[in-house]
């Protein structure tokens, strides 16, 4: 491979700072050769490279010599479908190493790549796409050392870095989240928007009294057992390592997976600061913790788009690696590990140990927007190093009697506080041993808080007032009182520290606390804002609970399309005429064979389509005798889920604990399914089939009974109301703190947790509401009345982007959508496939009652006018598929009239529903 080094490193670097998180230096693991048998790839699967030989690369921009790999792009995500390829070799280009679904795939890349210097082939053509699969896929292939080496293979750099590639993984365009064949669906739409008041830009000061008061949202869902027909399994694909102390459920997709998951080297985002074990990494090669703190200037964009208005870029990226500061000790070396200790809904304790079994250790409780970075350490020298460089290092007057205050001001002109609390009250007389290295007393024991300043003496105020406490776990509580629409959640934290009881804690909230913070809470607020990754500037506020009101619920939405206004669910007399010619095609459908497939995603898809469906001709267009059979055939399939014989029958995980597809087991293949056994997108999944059983249950209450165990089994998986259940975590999905889901699960990803179909999230707030209140779980439908007014507000905080959004950078938010949003990034692109009528579609399907109250009509229209309009890049009417059908769908938010004509067309090419929609709900829909 005839490039040098340093170029190549180069090159490397710089795409690092481009979005393109696929190709950062790292160290190798340590237990492989960098070397990998690209030569037994011939075998059908491609076999990709994820390490770079030892002799490629020499040193590393900062000068540590030694062996490197590229990064695995970890943003694991499997796309709908295998994508079979007979792949028998390739290189990558600017892409080295990118990896994500489970399987063999594709990336779309620029033509002008893959047939130039690409060294792809596909049936002896060059690759239409760069290939690559899943993480897990690509471990057997690094060799154990101690095997003997099976060939080398080159890596060629493209020379020409003009594009800036933030796309993930569009797969080719096959690849749709959309059903596989399409069919026709109905879900109307009010014509009357609510006038859910959207979002203020900033903090507000409304008076807003606390509602603590009313239904209590988080009552125990059940302590039903298990049904005796699903089976117990311990031998998850992923075994739990490096949580020692938690028998019981852990929860799988927060923001400190990332400790306990693969390298353990990648970032914990707890706003503003991320964390992160170093783990050697350059360039200070520490193994303490890494506190990193982005500022605006230092994001890195991707290329501008040249068709959507006002140019916004495709996506940007927090740097990753900056080592501002670490807090560290003398002891911890390359032995060191990592434990996670007390993993709950909004903290872990992340522990580190010179060795396994050492007496000593430090123990870092993250809490989701603490306000102080703490160590607390028990016999060892504390070490506090920065890959910034430390320019001086100043002690400052204690704040109070026993605790030791240092400025620090870093090269790059930063302020930085310490605050150490020694258990023995001596002075710890840290010290400035170097421009990179701060050291304290050996044996130390006590707590050393880091938080980053930008606001001098008057952030030293507010910073004196709080330190020597911190937070140490949270607790949620909530109310609504339907009469006045309103509910209110109050998170409350536990905590630590010297003078515990006499100081109260410094916490940071997000802009959607920000707005709707109660009368009491809005007078913790302080004026020091700092910067987060992904959710605009965080507010520092004093005090040990905050508690939010939300106002305007959705309570009187049903399941029919209207509600909003008028209260009437009439539709015209013509309306009803047309669904009940357009019904019976779509009622025909094979719903034991659209239903009964070997993904729960598309299956719950199904089921519900047919409910509602069904729901619309029984009910809307009053017609029982037309919904008759297919209803029964719909119970018929909904009990082959009930009896768990579908294709592949769910499992209870005994290791993470909690109800999973086997598909994974049966297979082998982590992505299967999106990814279901691993916890991906399980609010997806059961979001449907809860929704179906709440229509259901709606027209057959004594159907209810004999079905309640499973469907409530699915509600305390994916988003359990209580924290004591022995069988589920709580709120798995949801996210009280960030006010929405993520979706990604057991995968380790350099950006952390992610989300990508919001409108599918609001599903699963909008069913566990409707199958609450049809199965009389008055918390339940409480509590999803409540998740849907967060996320009304937080959708248009931080998704869905007006041209008012403040939070999002302003070069970014021309695109509308956020597209997948990270922790640590956004891109404009889905996992399967780069069309915008797949980007934008994703966050609208499917079309429910509830979706004009997270999409506000003001946001519907302008990403319309800049997307779909006739004079739009991709207008609408020449979108091809299923997504049409979305788009025109979604249309009847803002335009009732067109989006019924469209769908009301004859004759009408029900190729343009997505086959997890019908016809005859669209048509309801914009009727209503
Ligand atoms: C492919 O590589 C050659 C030789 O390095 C270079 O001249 C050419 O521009 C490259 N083509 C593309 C599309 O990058
Ligand atoms: C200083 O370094 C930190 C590293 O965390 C970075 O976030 C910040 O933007 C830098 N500030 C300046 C002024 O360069
Ligand atoms: C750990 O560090 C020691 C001392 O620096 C070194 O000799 C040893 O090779 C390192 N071990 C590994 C696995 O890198
Ligand atoms: C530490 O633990 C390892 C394995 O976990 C064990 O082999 C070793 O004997 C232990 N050492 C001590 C001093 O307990
Ligand atoms: C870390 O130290 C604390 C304080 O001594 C102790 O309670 C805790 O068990 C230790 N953790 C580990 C993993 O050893
Ligand atoms: C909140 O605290 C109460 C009382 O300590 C506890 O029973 C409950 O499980 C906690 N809830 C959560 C969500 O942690």
Known sequence: MAFSTPIWLGAIMLMAIQCLTGAQALHCLSDFDCIVDIGGADDKFFTPVTQLPPTTVQVLATGSPGKYCTTLERDVR??????PTEIVYATFEERIGLLHPGFPHLDIAPYSILISNSTCYYKEEPCPGLPHVEETRVAPWLRPKSTSVLGTFTVTVTKTRSRTDCTPYPITGSQSKLFPT?????YPFPTTTLSH??????GTSI???PVMSGQNVFEPISTDPIPANIPARNDHPLQKKNIWDTPGPVSTNKFYANFFIGSQANYGFVHPYAVGWAKGSAPVKSDGLVISHIEADKLAFGNKSDTIPGNPVQCYINPIGIQAMILSASELDNSTVLSVSKPLAFSADIILQPQSNSTSNVTFPLVQGMGFVTGVYTNLQPAIQSGVFFRELASAAPPRPGIFKYRISLENSTTWLIYVTPENGADPKLELVDNGLIRGPTGFKGTIQIAKNPKGGAGETIYDRSAGVYATAANMTGAVSASDKRGSYKLAWEKAGKDVNSTQLLM????HHVQSFDTATQGMKTDMLMRTTTKGMATACVGDSWTM????????IGFAPQILGSGTTDLSEAAKQKIKEVAPNELSQDIHQQTNLDSMYFSGKALAKFAMLVYTVRELAQDIPLSESPFQTLKDAFKTFVDNKQKFPLVYDEVWKGVVSSGTYETGDPGLDFGNAFYNDHHFHYGYFILAAAIIGHFEPSWIDANKVWVNMLVRDAANSVSGDALFPFSRGFDWYNGHSWAKGLFESIDGKDQESTSEDTMFAYAIKMWGKTSGDASMEARGNLMLGILSRTLNNYFLMKSDNVNQ???FIGNKVTGILFENKAEHTTYFGANLEYIHGIHMLPLIPSSGYTRSKDFVREEWDAMFSEQA???????????QGVLYANLAIIDPTASWNFFAQEPFDLAKVDGGASRTWYLAYAAG
């Open 78 to 83: 499997p796309s709908s479908q295998p994508f």
């Open 182 to 186: 399409g069919t026709a669906s109905l």
């Open 197 to 202: 008041s959207s979002p203020a830009s900033s």
């Open 207 to 209: 008076p807003r009294p």
């Open 508 to 511: 940071f909230a997000l802009p």
């Open 549 to 556: 009101v939300e106002e305007d619920l959705p309570i009187d």
């Open 809 to 811: 950078p302003k070069e």
């Open 873 to 883: 890049s991709t207008s609408a009417s020449k979108v091809q598929g299923g997504w």
